[in-house]
């Protein structure tokens, strides 16, 4: 029978508890999460397969493991059928699953509609979280595909979730606040190979399936790269970071929880289970539409907890639970409910607290508690890498003594030691240079590049060199006041061609004979842009260009700041201005 299995790259990984490198799991411990496994086993029915710690090898490795397993039917209720009373109902028979592969002091879990097998784990293992799964690979290799996110905040008036999807969002996702996110999904590509990494530490490699020992070796080389977690974060270091919840507890407290209901509901809707509860009469009722609305308009609400750890005004009573590596809540009307998994009952709570449907937030602000885990917002240092790539260094910057430059009559082009000289001297293979300056202007400077598909608005600035902040505050918001036109109509672009940039330029000073359209024959432009716009690959990018910064001096004060140190008051501006630009 074991040859036959067609399985999934599907898994969970464990470390057995209290850190010790040579201790291994026993047989109590497997035996005690395999025993509840299959709970939910239809009755008077015997299992498909049942082999409890065998020994098996990789060949090629010459590497001993143990791996338990159990098939085995199980029946659900059929929920689209209505049942009587006193009739016995209808039920669906699937067949569930569970492997276990034990690697020293590490196991690998698959499983497939078995009983819940939760509180069994956590009695001697840790869950391998998916950072620690993330820092299997270094950031630059891979491409992010998709991240769904959670909102640190349990405000009616935020926004608690977020998803973002592209070819590869490094590099088109802003990570500005991305601090105060907690990543809950990670879909990414590492070559031909995408994988998914869920907040509950699942991780699942799309292929076509494989047979038990293919699975079994690709849990044990993946274990091998969490175990070595050598990766280089660039990206996923500007999300909210995991924090020991004792360390969080010493400095703050919960204050406020919220059930996920939108996430509970989903769950339940998409799996088909019903909530029931014990009528007066002993027996089993299921809640009506009416009894479901009352019961999520309830799950909505945001409840304070207090200094003492109870939470008020619920039906019934309940409190917080402090464990020593989890926050869970008691509360006497969500034990009242039950629902049914896998043929086994259990109460709400239990489903709520297995699922992680509940965040818990702080009297601190930078922390909450959500999927088992407490995080930090790191909104600001977390971002400065990011900040710093943002920085581009251009040849001969040093050279610029002045904006525009002076100007005559006769002047056909910008100064050489101006600003505006540099900017088209580095954009000089772009298709097209436009100098849209003074004026209802769009940018100073507007480019066009087919080959790249790209549209460059740059908005030029020079100065003395400074860390100062406020050097920053006029391009910034000569910038921000024209970011509406980088998606211009092409009627638009060309009124503005005929009207002003097919005419000579105009200094502050008087005319001269400066050409707004600095490259490119305007006379073929709107058949050009027409080409141009119906590239799928079209994006557009706006550029401050600024003489007075040095990414050098920014990056020694910035490394203060990741190191701890003290730095002057407008260094700390200037973070917070780069990092909302």
Partial sequence: MLEKLELTKNVQFYKIKNDDPLRSANENVILNIFNVADDNIEPEHDYILNKFRDIRTFIDNDIQYRYSIKIFPTIRPVYFIRKEIEEEGLYDRIYAFII??????????????????????????????????????????????????????????????????????????????????????????????????????????????????????????????????????????????????QDVLEVTSPNAILIESASLYDQLIEDSIQI?????????????????????KHLERVYTINSDKRISKVLGKAFIRVNNKTLTFDSSFLRSLKVNISGSDVTLQSYIIKNGFYSITFNDPRYMYFIGNCFQDDSGISEINSILDMLTPVKNMSLVKTEKGSFRRNSANFSRDSMFYLVEN???????????DLGTE???????????????????????????????????????????????????LTKKIHDKLSLNYNSSKGPTQIKRARKGNIVVFDAYMTEMLKDYKLHRKCILSCSFISKSAITTEFKKIQKGDKVNGHITQLLCVLAQT
């Fill in 100 to 245: 276990i592969f034990e690697f020293d002091d590490h196991i690998c879990i698959i499983k497939k509609s078995c009983a819940n097998i939760t509180d069994k784990i956590e009695m001697n293992f840790d869950l391998i979280t998916s950072a620690m799964i993330a820092d299997t690979f270094n950031d630059s290799d891979v491409s992010f595909q998709r991240i769904s996110m959670r909102n640190m905040t349990v405000s009616e008036k935020a926004i608690r979730n977020r998803s973002y999807e592209a070819a590869d969002l490094k590099g088109t996702f802003s990570t500005h606040a991305a601090g105060r996110s907690i990543p809950l999904f990670l879909k990414y590509r590492q070559g031909s190979i995408v994988r998914t990494i869920s907040g509950t530490g699942r991780l699942v490699e799309s292929s076509h399936r494989v047979n038990f020992d293919d699975l079994a070796l690709w849990a044990y080389n993946q274990l091998l790269l969490i175990k070595d977690g050598s990766g280089e974060k660039d990206f996923l270091d500007a999300f909210a970071k995991q924090k020991n919840l």
């Fill in 276 to 296: 029931k509860y014990v009528n007066k009469k002993g027996k089993d009722t299921v809640l009506n539409a009416s009894q479901m609305n009352m019961l999520f």
């Fill in 442 to 492: 769009w940018a100073d400077h507007i480019t066009f590049n087919k080959k790249d598909s790209c549209i460059n608005f740059i908005h030029s600035k020079h100065g003395p060199k400074s860390t100062s902040a406020s050097n920053l505050h006029d391009v910034i918001g000569q910038a921000v006041k024209n970011l509406g036109y980088l998606n211009f109509s092409q009627a638009d």
């Fill in 426 to 436: 580095k954009h000089k293979h772009d298709d097209y240079v436009f100098c849209d």
